[in-house]
Structures are given as structure tokens and as C-alpha cells.
């Protein structure tokens, strides 16, 4: 085939604990392409989307600049033609520039008869990462290339950890309408942090990933928590600690920011508790006079998938 259409799922990152080492992909929203391959080198990008614009030369987005790694990896020759359909909003805070990033470079590699394995293809998704926000960072585009939970256990060399998913885990995220840029996100953070934090959060990091293992939703819960970078972060989004404490009394195993942010995670045990825990951050959202989006998703374990 000289064309495919695909679709690649919106991520959570971090995780509470997990920055810039641990994220998780929806089952959507998500991110839609349109790629073709063509006789003539070079790159070429057009966006259909109505709610965003992008830049178009292929060194100035994302997903062009990831495309561009890609092929410099094969030495190949070959072009791409791109059309975007975005349905994540840029600056949401759940993987929008990933997500064009994991599309671009799945679908060429489909498209090359699969000369990599998807978790090979990380590291040229992580060039676009770098562009949108200064770090070459893999806990959003890790999750949108290989699914479920993955854990970026080392950067040099890149070491990637695929965790167990339990059963009838769903994630509620809210986007509350409001600009926040992840590379000011990222200013506001301590380059220095104590002792006595770091080991705390060694300790929920550890513990959400062993939760994960054994499908025990109560150690999820308790390690669902962030004591280094939600305190300075959660100050960026108006109400944040409202909504927070509306989701845990609705039922949510826990609530953190996803990414940078302005968008809210929680998980939970069923898609029913998930849905009533998305109304009540809406309606304190609401209440904070913000108007908001909410979506809820199971956990998706397959990553990029070509659509018919």
C-alpha cells in the first residue's frame, strides 16, 4: 500500500510519581493521519484540522521532524505526504504533539514493510517531543507507540518497560480550558530537590508500579501521589486542588496532573465510578467559573492501529 490512515491514542504522563519516566495511553481521544508515500524525496504536510493550526515545514513540526529522524536512521530515500486530523488539542496536557510524532513515524515504518519494532521507533518520536518543548522526554511517546503503561527505566541508553494493565482500570481526564505551555510548565520546576521528598516519591513510584503488577487497586491508589512536582505545577491551574478533592470523594483511586498541564487524571475501578468522577471535576470546574472538556477511557493496550 502507498497510503494508510492512522490513528495514534492521547497519553497521560508522569503519572503523579513517574516524571518524565512513566505514562500510560487513552483509548481516546487521539490523533488522525492520512500518510503517503511518494516517488519524490522530501516531506510534505498539510493540516485539515479546524480547531488548530501547525507549522507546515517539516523542520518546525513535530511529527516532520520525527519523520525526518526516522528516515536519516534507514538512509532512505523515500517521501511523505502527511494530512493531519487532530483531535487533541495542542497544550492539553495528554500527548498532542506525541501523538502526531508516534503517528508519523508508525505509519512510515508500516508503510516500509516494518523495518523497526515499535519500541525502536521511540527514539525518533522523541525528536519531536524535543521541538515542542526543549526535552527529548519518552513518557508520552513511549505509551503512544507501544500501549498500556510503559516505564522509561534509563534515557542513555533508552531502556523501555512495558507494564501490566489490571482489569477494568479506567482513567477520567479533564481539560479545563485554559493556555498553559509545557515548556512554562517545565520553567517553574526546583533544579534542586531534599532528600526526605525524593524518598518519598521513590517510594510511590515503586509502589504504583508493583500495584500495577499485582492488580491491587488499593496500593495504586496510595501511590498515586506527587510531592515534588504537583505542589509547584497544581499552582498553574486555578481550582486545581477543588477538583482534585471532588474526584477522590466521587470514588477515583487518585488524582494528579497529567503532563504539564492544565489537564486532570484520576483512575479507577470501573467505567461507572470513571464517569462520575469525570461530572464531579466538571462540575467544580464549572463552579470555578472554567469550562472544561472530559474524557473517559479505558487503558489502551495497542498504541498507533491503522483505520479502515
Not at 490512515?5 to 512513566?22: E, S
Request: charged share 15%.
Amino acid at each position: 500500500m502507498d497510503s494508510l490512515h492512522i490513528f495514534a491514542p492521547a497519553t497521560v504522563a508522569n503519572v503523579a510519581a513517574g516524571f518524565d519516566i512513566l505514562g500510560f495511553a487513552l483509548n481516546a481521544p487521539g490523533d488522525e493521519i492520512t500518510i503517503r508515500k511518494t516517488d519524490t524525496p522530501g516531506i510534505t504536510i498539510h493540516n485539515k484540522t479546524e480547531f488548530a493550526s501547525m507549522p507546515l515545514a517539516p523542520e518546525k513540526n513535530t511529527a516532520g521532524v520525527a519523520l525526518q529522524a526516522y528516515l536519516q536512521h534507514l538512509g532512505s530515500e523515500h517521501g511523505f505526504e502527511i494530512t493531519f486530523l487532530k483531535k487533541i488539542k495542542p497544550g492539553s496536557g495528554i500527548g498532542s504533539s506525541a501523538a502526531s510524532s508516534a503517528a508519523a513515524v508508525f505509519g512510515a515504518n508500516e508503510l516500509l514493510g516494518r523495518p523497526l519494532e515499535r519500541k525502536d521507533l521511540v527514539q525518533f518520536a522523541m525528536q519531536g517531543e524535543k521541538l515542542a518543548s526543549g526535552s527529548a522526554h519518552a513518557d508520552n511517546v513511549a505509551p503512544a507507540l507501544m500501549g498500556g503503561f510503559v516505564l522509561v527505566r534509563s534515557y542513555n541508553p533508552l531502556d523501555l518497560v512495558t507494564i501490566p494493565v489490571p482489569e477494568n482500570l479506567y482513567a477520567s481526564v479533564i481539560h479545563p480550558q485554559i493556555e498553559l505551555k509545557t515548556e512554562d510548565s517545565r520553567r517553574v520546576l526546583r533544579k534542586q530537590i531534599l532528600l526526605k521528598d525524593a524518598v518519598v516519591q521513590w517510594g510511590n513510584t515503586a509502589g504504583l508500579i508493583a500495584g500495577l503488577f499485582k492488580g491491587d487497586y488499593e496500593l495504586i491508589g496510595r501511590s498515586l501521589q506527587d510531592v515534588i512536582i504537583e505542589p509547584i505545577r497544581s499552582l498553574l491551574i486555578p481550582g486545581f486542588e477543588s477538583i482534585k478533592t471532588a474526584a477522590l470523594q466521587a470514588g477515583a483511586l487518585g488524582c494528579s496532573i497529567s503532563g504539564s498541564g492544565p489537564s486532570i487524571f484520576t483512575l479507577s475501578t470501573s467505567e461507572a465510578t470513571a464517569q462520575t468522577v469525570a461530572k464531579a471535576m466538571q462540575q467544580m470546574c464549572s463552579q470555578q467559573g472554567i469550562e472544561s472538556e472530559i474524557h473517559v477511557s479505558p487503558i489502551n493496550t495497542q498504541g498507533p492501529r491503522i483505520v479502515q
